[in-house]
């Protein structure tokens, strides 16, 4: 499991929260399961439906209908409204199909990871990635997309290090 203490610590000391859809508290769950976590972690959003991720994380409504909630931009955007209701550093998002979803055209699980940095950056920096889950179980699905969210947010984390 990812550790996100070290490079969260500083110094410089950052803070980071969590939107996330498709993982359902995986990704909160994994930040927190660390002890020490209270120091860096200021909390989450769980919103699974699009009318949440409009009212609780400031996602565009029209832009996530398009979509079904689920782009590269609204990740960006549910990572940037986590940092902005809790007042972090860094967000970091997850949202996807767990399973396939015939009706959405989507034939395999896959999600979409976004890292947003918001507070001490002139303006806010936003880094995204896709992951695919072909032949997946829905619960195992959410736990590798939330790994591997927490995976890219530590690799950025110890790039802005250097």
Known sequence: MTDLGPLLLGPPRWTVAAAESLTAGNLQARIAAVSGASRYFLGGVTAYTIE???????????????????SAEIAEQMALGACRLL???FGVATTGYAEPSPDEGVTSPFAWWAVARWR????????????????????????????AALAELAAILRALRT
Request: hydrophobic share 40%; proline share 4%; charged share 30%.
């Open 52 to 70: 949440q991720k409009a009212a609780l994380l400031g996602v565009d409504r029209r832009a996530a209908k398009r979509v079904n909630g689920v």
């Open 87 to 89: 007042g972090a550093d």
């Open 120 to 147: 001490g950056a002139r303006k806010p920096q936003l880094w995204h990635g896709r992951i695919e889950c072909p032949g997946v179980k829905r619960t195992d699905v959410q736990a590798v997309v939330a790994e």
